[in-house]
């Protein structure tokens, strides 16, 4: 993966399901090996390369 790619993430249900994004061989902000998305929330994530991402925003 091109380092510096944004990935927008947005949830837009109300169910109580459990949206969990896992990265794998990688890593997001230096030790997750996944996300959880809660209900109405869009998280902005940046890739620093291969196997690292960065959360830009979460809102």
Not at 20 to 41: K, L, P, Q, W
Not at 43 to 48: A, P, R
């Amino acid at each position: 993966m091109r380092a510096g790619r944004v990935f927008t993430v947005k949830r837009v249900d109300n169910s109580t399901n459990t949206v969990t994004i896992g990265f794998s061989g990688g890593t997001v902000d230096e030790t997750d090996a996944t996300i959880t998305v809660g209900n109405r929330v869009t998280y902005q994530l940046i890739t620093e390369g291969s196997n690292k991402w960065q959360t830009i925003s979460r809102f």
